[in-house]
């Protein structure tokens, strides 16, 4: 019997509903409307790592280890047959029984990556493209419609931008000899 074995990323992430500035030099000023408070989205994401699909469990509230729950039910229910494996940072919400316990109920094994190196998680990369893509230097006239844009974004990120995905979201990791 042949298992096929599914590698998702998994980490959150903050969007302030409010101007992320972009990168650009003008040689006059330029003003940028800009939302006021701090709502803000927040986003659990698992990131397959061979199709670059995104499942997410969105809120505008927080995230907490209910929100990871949800999401590893999630990802067995639409693969009830694979082998699934979720790589995770050391956020206390993610590494508390509660998660461990639902993921050995779900038969999801975890691996959690070491203290402080977000260059592993693959997700941090696509965090970084969204942001470049919907936020910066953009206005969203209500929480809704940014709340809207995020989901949908990420609900298609692997089909519209797959080429830029296939470079951004590579297997390239510096390594180390071990004798240093």
Not at 116 to 135: A, G, Q
Request: charged share 20%.
């Amino acid at each position: 019997m042949n298992h096929l074995v599914k590698v998702y990323f998994c980490d959150g992430v903050h969007l302030i509903y409010g101007y992320e500035g972009g990168k650009y030099w003008c040689k006059k000023r330029v003003s940028i409307r800009s939302a006021y408070g701090r709502k803000r989205v927040n986003c659990l994401g698992f990131l397959d790592a061979v199709s670059h699909k995104v499942e997410t469990v969105m809120n505008d509230t927080y995230l907490n280890s209910d929100s990871v729950c949800e999401g590893v039910k999630n990802l067995r229910q639409q693969n009830p047959d694979e082998w699934l494996y979720v790589i995770l940072d050391n956020a206390a919400y993610q590494r508390c029984k509660k998660v461990k316990n639902c993921a050995a109920e779900l038969n999801i094994n975890l691996i959690y990556l070491p203290p402080y190196s977000p260059n592993l998680n693959l997700i941090e990369r696509l965090w970084k493209f969204l942001r470049s893509k919907i936020l910066a230097n953009k206005y969203y006239d209500s929480f809704r419609s940014f709340f809207t844009q995020v989901h949908n974004f990420l609900s298609v990120v692997h089909l519209n931008f797959s080429d830029s995905l296939n470079s951004l979201l590579s297997f390239n990791f510096q390594c180390f000899d071990s004798n240093y």
